[in-house]
């Protein structure tokens, strides 16, 4: 099954090395916003299985589009993956209340966004026998 | 002041936007450089990781055929392995335990009887009771499996299941006569499974018993042969889920 995941940041750079990073490694089909609408209305079209999201994004920010992704039962079952500054703790808080699953702090580690893209990729209950 | 020369004003702007744009050759340079990064990253991390599932596909197979071999040797079991593995995931998933179907722990219900391969036939299958010294032999059964899997590192887990999985909740079992919590988790999941398949399939001395004797007889051990805690677990997996892995099992 092919499922889709939404990178959210304003950066065209840090989305281009995120597709990058990720491409072909879970089956994912890449989708990616530059702003908070753009991301909720690819969300609600799309409902992506995992959204990375950076927090300080132009207009709605990223916690907010977070909240807005929880409350929308056709999204409130992706995985929300937090792209944050480093020491942001208070935001980080934030964006917990607010729903997000895990934290990546920039600048992240692109071997553990792939160890963390893969775990939560895994298909349930599907051991190759 | 004078006023600047137009000209001069001219070059400076073109001197400018030359730095300018090789500026920015220079920053997508960088980012091309970024992403051949990362790329190669993903390509090695793909096919890391596709090692890794080989290699575990074959610890899987392995396990599987030393356990086979196991169970080649006594028609009468059947597939014993494969049930008593399937009821203990199950046991420990209700419970609670720590990666119940992690490949680690499912190996050693798989090799539990491993060192029954050092058991002689004339004890493994003598009609009769056995004798002080056959019994002695037989138990040893548990050391001699740990012996045997001793130095295979992915079955360091495993082990503990070989050699404890007689042993008893009231410290009475074999060979180390551990009690309580000394015994293994992972064992003393592993004895409710291996004595509710043992109750519940034929033998050459007995008839099985039904689902719901073989549960009475280890409720009645609770405390005594197993671990309390694991028996309520037990209970409270459904007999249509057990029947189901015994039929699965079957096929």
């Known amino acids: ?129 | 002041m004078p006023s600047p020369d137009p000209a001069e004003l001219l070059a400076e702007n073109e001197r400018l936007r030359d730095r300018l744009e090789a500026a920015e050759r220079e920053a997508a340079d960088s980012a091309r450089q970024l992403e051949l990064y990362a790329a190669d990253l993903r390509e090695t991390f793909k096919s890391e990781r596709e090692r890794a599932q080989q290699l575990s596909r074959s610890y899987t197979a392995t396990v599987r055929a030393l356990s086979n071999a196991v169970e080649a040797r006594d028609a009468y079991t059947g597939k014993h392995a494969e049930r008593v593995t399937r009821y203990a995931i199950e046991i420990g998933r209700e419970l609670g335990l720590p990666r119940a179907d992690a490949p680690e722990i499912e190996f050693g219900f798989l090799l539990h009887d491993v060192g029954k391969l050092a058991v002689p036939d004339s004890i493994l299958f003598k009609p009769g009771p056995l004798t002080v010294e056959e019994r002695a032999l037989m138990s040893r059964h548990t050391i001699v499996g740990a012996e045997i899997i001793r130095d295979i590192e992915f079955l360091a887990e495993a082990s503990q299941v070989v050699r404890s999985h007689h042993e008893r909740w009231d410290g009475s079992g074999y060979p180390d006569g551990l009690a309580g919590e000394e015994i293994p988790l992972p064992a003393r999941v592993f004895a409710v499974a291996d004595v509710f398949d043992a109750l519940t399939t034929n033998r050459p001395y007995r008839a099985a018993l039904s689902f719901a004797q073989a549960h009475e007889m280890i409720v009645a051990e609770s405390g005594k042969h197993f671990d309390p805690d694991v028996v309520a677990a037990f209970e409270r997996i459904g007999d249509e889920v057990l029947r189901r892995i015994a039929d699965e099992a079957a096929a």
């Open chain 1, 1 to 129: 099954m092919r499922r889709e995941l939404l990178v959210v940041d304003d950066d065209p750079f840090i989305r281009r090395l995120i597709t990058t990073t990720l491409e072909d490694v879970a089956q994912f089909e890449l989708l990616e916003a530059c702003d908070g609408n753009e991301a909720l209305a690819l969300a609600e079209r799309h409902r992506p299985q995992i959204v990375l999201l950076d927090v300080d994004i132009p207009g709605i920010d990223g916690i907010e589009v977070c909240r807005a992704l929880r409350s929308d039962e056709r999204t409130s079952e992706a995985t929300v993956v937090m792209l944050t500054a480093a020491h942001g703790d208070e935001i980080e808080a934030r964006a917990g209340a607010a729903g997000a699953d895990l934290f990546l702090t920039k600048p992240f580690s692109p071997l553990d966004l792939l160890r963390l893209l893969d775990g939560l990729s895994e298909p349930p209950e599907s051991a190759p026998s």
